[in-house]
């Protein structure tokens, strides 16, 4: 076997919570020798949601020799598999922090200045998220047409519970439950009046998308009416 595609389920407590992310393997006659360094393609749709997944679907990562790195960050022949990158691709890059994966910026960590800068980002990237989810909901890749629909009505109701905490009680972005709920994090921020300027914007469409793929959505279709909330940050 040497095309691979595979999807990852962005992780709660990120701002790729519930997203899916798609992944093709073609694993070169070398392997695993070498990396598939020029074979991987993350499935985009156009968007740039992470400094280390492009839009063209060029992946960037130590592992595929994309980037730099040392030790056990990089290709070993007899250690490194394609399950190592994907939980590389899960754990290092679709993160709770993105910002700090931009070249340079891990050295801003732990800082005022790191942590007033990731906010911003964090909310572009779970807005980018939320317009993946419509792209997957549109175009599912082949043969994961089933694996998106039963997804997204699985989770559509706790996507949407999201939606409400961050655009209606300006929760801190990626600071939620598994199931959507607040946590002690939840409350240390509120989200930027452009943020939910745009949820605003997405919202008319994820809602109904949801819907027609059989997820509970009755609960947030208020969401729809309701106008922009307060918002402290511009």
Not at 30 to 55: A, F, K
Not at 60 to 69: K, P, R
Not at 147 to 173: N, Q, T
């Amino acid at each position: 076997m040497d095309l691979i595609r595979a999807v990852i389920v962005g992780a709660y407590g990120t701002p790729y919570q519930d997203g899916l992310f798609f992944f093709d393997f073609h694993l070169p006659s070398e392997y695993p020798q070498v990396p598939p360094v020029t074979s991987v393609y993350y499935r985009s749709g156009g968007l740039r949601l992470n400094p280390n997944l492009y839009m063209d679907g060029k992946v960037c990562l130590s592992l595929l020799n994309t980037w730099t790195g040392k030790g056990s960050e990089v290709w070993d022949p007899s250690l490194s598999s394609v399950l190592q990158v994907l939980v590389s691709l899960q754990g290092l890059v679709l993160n709770d922090k993105p910002y700090f994966n931009e070249a340079g910026y891990e050295k801003h960590i732990g800082t005022v200045e790191g942590e007033k800068n990731a906010s911003p980002y964090n909310e572009n990237a779970y807005l980018t998220n939320l317009k993946s989810m419509l792209y997957l909901l549109r175009r599912p890749p082949m043969h994961f047409e089933d694996f998106v629909k039963d997804h997204f009505r699985g989770r559509g109701h706790y996507i949407l519970k999201a939606c409400e905490a961050y655009y209606m009680r300006g929760c801190l972005i990626g600071s939620l439950t598994k199931d959507g709920c607040l946590t002690e994090e939840s409350r240390e921020n509120s989200c930027s009046v452009g943020f939910n300027l745009t949820l605003a914007k997405i919202l008319p469409h994820l809602i109904p998308a949801l819907n027609d793929v059989g997820a509970d959505c009755h609960q947030f279709e208020y969401l729809l009416t309701s106008g922009m909330p307060n918002s402290p940050r511009s």
